[in-house]
């Protein structure tokens, strides 16, 4: 059962609603879905008296999950308005009115030219988007002298003059039809870069959302790497460079043995133990969780750690083994997962902690996954182990 209830709405309105459809789960026609489908109402219906609408409306979810197999109820206050009311019975919780609320909404532009070439890139939250890499037939120094000289200078300035006009109009349409930009950061050598920005076939309204202009030597991913480290300063709103700028931290921290870089799952545990985690940078590439196995004849649980993709094989494998307590055959089953980041996000929350999710999507987050296995963390004072 997924809930939208707007700002405003008055709860025993909803609460009337649920109660009729109580009636209505009586009459479908698969025994189980009915009975699950009441069961999630009853469940919804007896938190409804405890429940206040806040300023942004509520979402409720509830219902007997496929992955626990137990009845699951969660209800969240949006960060933004909920702007509809919806009532929906499905085999799914439907999240996507949620996720378009916290999905990044600000994409920057990013563009780097010279006479050799130009390159237009985005970035939106976490992912690094190269939408076109440019060369020129601009010639470059020549080696001609006497009365051709000049000439031949006026003829490159004539092809870098329409150059800078075709980038121009690319950049229009980029920047402003294809994706709309919050802000544009510039790169390219200076007089390259200039010249550019001063041509009339640049769009004023690009130009009024040029955050920064940048002197870099390269186009192409190179410049775009050399542009991001010179503007972060100036971009601390958006993610990745947020995101790249705390690894960067992790890294100089390591580097200089400070005693306040840690990564591995166990020394992190135990810095939030002494609450001297001031930052955890969690990869979004892992995929752990821990799960949680009983035996339904001694009721003795077990822990084990699995890869999410690795669940079906997990189910198949302690289905065909004795439980290892009580010996008996056929009886162990998957009663709780939990997923490693909700772990770490409870423990952070306890003890005052920042998260930060570090995107695989930029060169420093492959470097935090593939090197320390995505599992990091700055620390407020150095610990003794």
Known sequence: MTLYIPPGTRLSDITSKLTDEMGTATSIKDKNTGKAVAEALRSILSRMQYLENCVNGLAIFGGVTEQAGKMEYFAIEPPEPITKKDYICDSRFHVDHLEEQIAEKNTLGILIIDRGGATFATIRGSALKIVADEDSFVPGKHGRGGQSAGRIERGIEILAQEFYSKMARQANHIFLDQYNIKGLVVGGPSMSKDS????????????????????????????IRELLMRAQDDLDEFAMVKERKLVQRFFEELGKDTGKAIYGEEPIKKAFAAAAVEVLLFSDGIKRLHVKIQCTSCNKEFLEASLEENIPLLETKISQTACPNCSSDSTLKIVERQYLIDEFVELAQESGAEIEIISLGHEDGLTLMNTFGGLAAILRFPVDW
Do not use: C, M, N, V
Request: net charge negative.
């Open 196 to 223: 550019f920005l001063e041509h009339p076939t640049l769009d004023y309204r690009l130009k009024a959302k040029i955050i920064g202009t940048y002197d870099t030597g390269y186009t192409g991913e190179q410049g």
